[in-house]
Structure formats: C-alpha cells, structure tokens
C-alpha cells in the first residue's frame, strides 16, 4: 500500500513515446512541475495533453510544448503561451479546444466509467457544427478541422432544446499535484488547485501525484481528502525548495494611498 517513489524520474521512468496524459493545474496554480520536468529530461515525445491550459512560456507544460515533445493538446483556454500560438497556427501541434466544464466533465466521466454524456452547453455552435482548426498547413489553410457531433431534443427542465453529446476522456497516465498527500495515495488539494487536479488524476490509467506535503496514512481525514487513493497509482514527495517554485502568472503593482510619504509598491499577482 505504500505508494511512495524516491524521486519523479522513477515515477516516470515507464512511460513512452506517444503517450497520453490528463495534466492538473488550473493557469500556474497546481501545476505537477517537478514530474513535468522529470518527463521532459527522459527526452520522449509525440504526447497527447489533457489540461486545461498548456502552461506559459517557459515554465509548465510550455516547458514540453518548447520542446517540441507535444503533438496534441485537449484544452479549454490557449492564451498566455507565444510559442503554443506559434505551434498551433504553424501547424506543428493539434490543438482541440473544448469548454471548459466540458473539459471538466469529460475527464470525470473517464475516471468514473461513463463513456459519453449530453450537455447543451456548445449545442447549435461551432463546438457541435464541427468547422473549428485543429490543425492548420504551414500555409495558414486548414488541415484538420473539427467533426460535427452528435446532437439530440431533450426536454429536461421544462423547456425542449438540443444537447450535444460528448465524449469522455481516459488518458494513459494522469499527472497531479496536492498539498497533502499519504502513502496510501490520498490527496488533498488548495483552492483553485482542485479545480482540476482531482479530475486529471481520475482520468488517468496510472496516475503519478507529487505532494508538497507527505504525511502518515490516517492523518488525513476523511473529509479532508479530495481524492481518494483509488485512483492515484504513485506518490512523489516534493522537497521544501521544490514545493516552493510557485510563479507569479501575471504581477501588477500600486501604491498605496496615503496622504504623508509614499510607500513601496504593493505587489499583487496570479
């Protein structure tokens, strides 16, 4: 039962070219960079990503994706990454974009056994039309676009109307990381952290989560615990100056009003 691998390049030591992977994190909040980084030295490529961002540039999956090591991203939100746009309108990656509670909602219906599902959020757009670039020729026309999806009434709620159905995704491996976590592989995550950690690690077959935090089987409540240890196949502790490399996203500064000297700006980020 005990989980623990001495280190992320262990952890990662099996998988291969081509794989898929469900990533946590939600922008830079809860990002599994030690393990990210630990895949991108094993200097393997030709992934598949399910996140719901691929990072920025420089740090995160941005990281794989500069490296080339990426040729297909599932995401709900492209922005914040020059180097993903220049991939993606370059034609060098897939890009297949889906909103976000669908995403959502997708990765857990994978961990959950649920192979599709109806949702009329998309329905009579360009998410359920088809049309939309999945990847683009070196000359900016379309090579693959999107297909049309499924789309049938329901008359749920009291008011007839169309729903699109949607697939839901199960990856080779799963990449997540808690604040809290035990031997066992139970989990426990921070505010937007669990955003989209828990569902990336129920997506996947094998899922690999680095916690800042190692405690003892049974010293996490079972309230406390967002993610069972079910669904996590190996843990990885982080050391303090690991768990400690959290960017800023984006950083503004103010002063702050007062009516005598002026004091230092306020740094204020995301």
Known sequence: MDKTYASAADAVADIPEGASLAVGGFGLSGVPIVTIRALLARGIGGLTVVSNNCGVDGWGLGELLAAGRIDRVIASYIGENKEFARQYLGGEVEVELTPQGTLAERLRAGGAGI??????????????????????????????????????????????????????????????????????????????????????????????????????????????????????????????????????????????EQSDDAEPAVREGN
Do not use: C, W
């Open 115 to 256: 192979p599709a599902f109806y949702t009329a959020t998309g329905a009579g757009t360009a998410v359920s039309d088809g049309g939309m670039p999945i990847r683009y020729a070196p000359d900016g026309t379309v090579a693959v676009a999107s297909e049309p999806k499924e789309l049938r009434p329901f008359d749920v709620f009291g008011t007839p109307r169309e729903y699109v159905l949607e697939t839901a995704i199960r990856t080779d491996y799963g990449l997540v990381r808690a604040a809290v976590g035990d031997r066992h592989g139970n989990l426990r995550f921070e505010k937007s952290t669990r955003n989209f950690n828990p569902l990336a690690g129920m997506a996947g077959r094998i899922t690999i989560a680095e916690v800042d935090e190692l405690v003892e089987p049974g010293e996490l409540g079972p309230d406390d615990i967002h993610l069972p240890g079910i669904y996590v196949d190996r843990i990885v502790a982080l050391t303090p100056e690991q768990a400690a490399d959290l960017p800023i996203e984006k950083v503004t500064e103010r002063r702050r």
